[in-house]
């Protein structure tokens, strides 16, 4: 057992004074050792006991837990302990300190008591005799915001928590758009033209009526979300990161969506939303600011729907947060907040009102103004080809837009988020709109 511990050497040590400590550190790995060899002994191995690994394995433990110290203690070099510094001191109050701010992490103490605390029983448990009044100190230096004073050793703390970005409304869905699954493609039959009845003299021919019909399809149009993710945020054990990245994508998909519904251009590659289905009659331009306009603003949308036979079973407003609170602070001559009762509840003249920054405020020639939608919500058909599809590749290339990077090269993950939709109305005449907008 050359260069090992020999029996001779383990009794020297156990009764040298070096500390109680030490000789329980050493009849700790001695038991390990020969539990260790009779094992290996059971398996046809005889290279004997190998006790210094032990020794070195269990001295590690104690250190981790800061129960053992060896400035201070005597002994012999060779053996890993010193009788005495060979450095006289210096740098060991830096030590120390990392030692305190490290313990005190471990032990959830990060607090002013804490460290004095940690520091009060590192002085009781090992050889090193300061005082806990300079220990105190060294606690208070510790605890200086500048890295000067030393507060760069105090670990972080990282809450699970994390302060999500704020997002606009989802509101299509929730307003009761219905979605309905198909495969690339979905064709619906749509009656156009109705019959005519006639009355009739006796003996008069009838004249012919025939219905008309035309088409209407689902195209799965694919938006997505492509994040590369670091592998350091990923490794991470003290933040929720799957959930985190679940929740933005998602939220994500779900606003793009939403979006789509509302205000999609029907483009090759984009679905058409509602304002482009609806026909252009049902586009009206807003009166103005006034209490009077807004009034008749809000129930010639209304009437536009009611007058083109739309069943209202779910109608209602979506709007932007501006207008909506340009609503609720319009007042009367009496001085009486009209719409306040309405705006506080939700409705308007009876019919629910939703809010989403994703209408815009922006648009027109000066730059301000908005829109206000008003339909039957169920007259709106989203064709859900696959349900939202959440991969995550681990070290994948990605291309950034101008080059191709290597996940493994940059230690990056990639995610990727699918969703294949398509919008139809089934009737064009089933929604209307204010444009031009400017209540603020």
């Not at 006796?202 to 994040?227: F, H």
Request: net charge neutral; charged share 20%; hydrophobic share 40%.
């Amino acid at each position: 057992m050359s260069g090992q511990i020999t029996e001779a050497d383990l009794t020297r040590i156990i009764g040298d004074a070096v500390d109680k400590k030490l000789a329980g550190v050493v009849e700790t790995a001695m038991a390990r050792a020969r539990e260790d060899y009779e094992r290996r002994v059971k398996d046809g191995d005889f290279k004997g006991l190998d006790i210094s690994a032990q020794i070195s394995k269990v001295l590690g433990e104690e250190r981790a837990k800061g129960h053992f110290s060896f400035p201070g203690a005597e002994g012999d070099r060779s053996r890993g302990y010193m009788s005495r510094d060979p450095h006289q001191g210096r740098g060991l109050v830096l030590g120390q300190l990392a030692r305190i701010a490290y313990l005190a992490k471990q032990t959830s103490r990060c607090t002013p008591g804490g460290f004095a605390e940690v520091a009060e029983e590192i002085s009781k448990n090992t050889k090193d005799k300061r005082t806990a009044a300079q220990y105190g100190e060294m606690r208070a230096s510790l605890l200086e915001s500048s890295f000067s004073g030393l507060g760069a050793l105090i670990p972080p703390e990282m809450s699970a928590e994390i302060i999500e970005f704020l997002y606009p409304a989802v509101v299509c869905q929730a307003m009761g758009v219905r979605t309905v699954p198909f495969k690339a493609t979905l064709t619906f039959g749509r009656q156009n033209v109705s019959t005519i009845a006639y009355w009739l003299g006796e003996a008069q021919n009838m004249t012919p009526s025939i219905p008309g019909a035309d088409q209407l399809e689902l195209k799965a149009r694919t938006s997505a979300v492509l994040a590369p993710v670091s592998n350091y945020l990923l490794r991470n054990p003290n933040v929720a990161t799957d959930a985190f990245l679940r929740d933005d994508v998602v939220r994500r998909m779900a606003l793009t969506r939403d979006l789509a519904i509302l205000r999609g251009p029907g483009t090759q590659f984009q679905p058409k939303g509602i304002k482009n289905w609806m026909r252009s009659a049902n586009q009206l331009p807003a009166s103005g600011t006034t209490l009077t306009d807004k009034v008749a603003d809000l129930i010639s949308l209304i009437s536009t729907i009611d007058s083109a036979d739309v069943p209202m079973t779910r109608a209602g407003y979506v709007m932007h947060p501006r207008s909506k609170w340009s609503l609720a602070a319009t007042l009367n001559a009496l001085g009486v907040y009209v719409f306040w009762p309405m705006v506080a509840t939700g409705t308007l003249f009876g019919f629910p009102m939703a809010t989403t920054t994703q209408v815009p405020i922006n648009l027109g020639g000066g730059g301000g103004d908005s829109e206000v939608y008003f339909g039957e919500w169920p007259e709106v058909i989203v064709g859900e080809d696959t349900p939202l599809e959440i991969e995550m590749f681990l070290n994948g290339t990605y291309y950034d837009g101008a080059n191709l990077v290597s996940g493994i090269s940059t230690d990056q993950s990639i995610l990727r988020a699918l969703d294949r939709i398509d919008v139809i109305m089934r009737h064009n005449q089933s929604f209307a709109m204010l444009t031009g907008v400017q209540w603020t």
